[in-house]
C-alpha cells in the first residue's frame, strides 16, 4: 500500500460530503434525477455538467497520479493499466454509484486483481479465473432488476418504486 490509499479514503469522505451535505451536490443529485425538472426549478443544466465533468476529470487525474508515482518506478509508460476505466464502470455499478459503496467495491476489485497474480505464481491457477469471479459479481448484481422487469415481477418490500412520468390528459372544451 502506498499514499494513494489514504487519498482514495480522504477522496470518498469529500465525495460523500458534497453529493450529500452540500447545495452543489443536491444540484448534482437534481440534475442527474432527472434534468427537466432540475431546469424548470432554476438549475442551470449545463454549468452543472461541466462542474461535474471537471470535478470527475479531477478525481481521476487523482486516481491515476497516485498509481502512476506509487506503483511504476519508471514514470508514465505503456505498463500502466489501461483498464482502468472499465474496471471503474464495474466498481461504480457494484457499488450502486454510493461514495462508500464504490471505495468498498474498489476494495473487492482490488484484492481480486492484486490476488490473482499471487494465485497464478502460488498455486497455477489461471489469471482468467478473476474475470470469471468479477463478472459473476456483476451478473449477480444486474441480474435481479433485470429479471423483475423482463416478467414485469413486484420490487421487493422497502425498495423505492420507481418514478412514472405520465403524459398530461388532453383539455377538451
Known sequence: ?????????????????????????????????????ARTAGISVKNVYVVAMLFSGGLLGLAGASQVLGTTTTGFSAGVDAGIGFDAITVALLGRSRPWGVFLAGLLFGALKSGGYSMQVGEGIPIDIVL???????LLIAAPPLVRSIFRLPAPAGAPEPVRIRAPKAVTK
Open 1 to 37: 500500500m502506498h499514499l494513494g490509499f489514504i487519498f482514495a479514503i480522504l477522496a470518498t469522505v469529500w465525495v460523500w460530503y458534497l453529493l450529500n451535505r452540500s447545495s452543489l451536490g443536491f444540484r448534482f443529485r437534481a440534475v442527474g434525477e432527472n434534468p427537466n425538472a
Open 132 to 138: 470469471v469471479v468479477q463478472s459473476v459479481i456483476v
